[in-house]
């Protein structure tokens, strides 16, 4: 099955610099590739999604990158603000029909905003 | 609004007490699943279906249960409940091959006291 490891566990980063957390996943044949924000005692929330056929995706802020030869993809987040503050996880799926598929989560990353 | 609804969000419960916690949906989704996480922790996967009358157990090992007797309904029910249970419990959904990410209930937080 498929296997996501994420990187760092832990992130602190001034307020205004970047943010970049990176995903590895397994399985050649996964396609979709969602990233999910939590707050703190909140549910976690689609924030951004790539699929295979692309290899970049931006979204104000935040953008995501794609490399299927090397299996990786990660979050680019600009000019940080305390609001992102949160754990993130990727997360890889096989496709193009999902149907009896599931996501297979990364473990998380904490991001700390510092003011 | 369309949406995933968990009750209680919070619920504290002495040990060996029988609970059930809910989730529904209004989303018209096929598949749901249960995850246990602790707070800001890895999210574990310890129940899903794919449709009505379809249960199957996660990647976690679990003690619950759970039941799909229709779409829309996926309760989680501990028999015997005990201290090691204390964990968060959140919800999910998604379409059947066409929608591709997940929506999340807000989880409820259980305690065994």
């Known amino acids: 099955g498929e296997n996501v490891e994420q990187h760092p566990s832990t992130l602190s980063v001034q307020e205004g610099d970047s943010a970049v957390i990176k995903c590895t996943y397994s399985?050649?044949?996964?396609?979709?590739f969602p990233w999910y924000k939590q707050e703190l005692g909140k549910r976690p929330q689609l924030i951004i999604d790539?699929?295979?056929?692309?290899g970049e995706k931006k979204d104000q802020r935040i953008a995501v990158t794609l490399n299927k030869t090397a299996k990786h993809f990660s979050l680019h987040i600009t000019e940080t603000q305390p609001e992102d503050s949160a754990v993130y996880f990727c997360?890889?799926?096989?496709?193009?029909?999902?149907?009896?598929?599931?996501?297979?989560f990364g473990t998380g990353t904490r991001l700390t905003i510092i003011p | 609004e369309a949406d995933i609804y968990q009750t209680p969000r919070y619920l504290v419960i002495g040990t060996g007490k029988k609970i059930t916690l809910e989730c529904s949906q209004t989303?018209?989704?096929?598949?749901m699943y249960w995850y246990q996480q602790d707070p800001g922790m890895e999210l574990h996967l310890i129940h899903y279906?794919?449709?009505?009358?379809?249960?199957e157990k996660g990647d976690l090992s679990s003690e619950s249960t759970v039941s799909r007797i229709r779409t829309e309904h996926f309760p989680l029910t501990l028999e015997s409940a005990r201290p090691s249970h204390t964990s968060q419990y959140l919800c999910?959904?998604?379409?059947?091959?066409?929608?591709?990410?997940?929506?999340f209930g807000s989880g409820t937080r259980l305690t065994v006291v």
């Open positions: 999910a959904s998604s379409d059947l091959g066409t929608n591709y990410g997940y929506t």
């Open positions: 399985d050649s044949a996964s396609n979709y």
């Open positions: 790539i699929r295979s056929n692309v």
């Open positions: 997360a890889a799926v096989r496709g193009p029909n999902f149907g009896n598929e599931k996501l297979t």
């Open positions: 989303m018209g989704h096929d598949k």
């Open positions: 279906s794919y449709g009505v009358n379809s249960t």
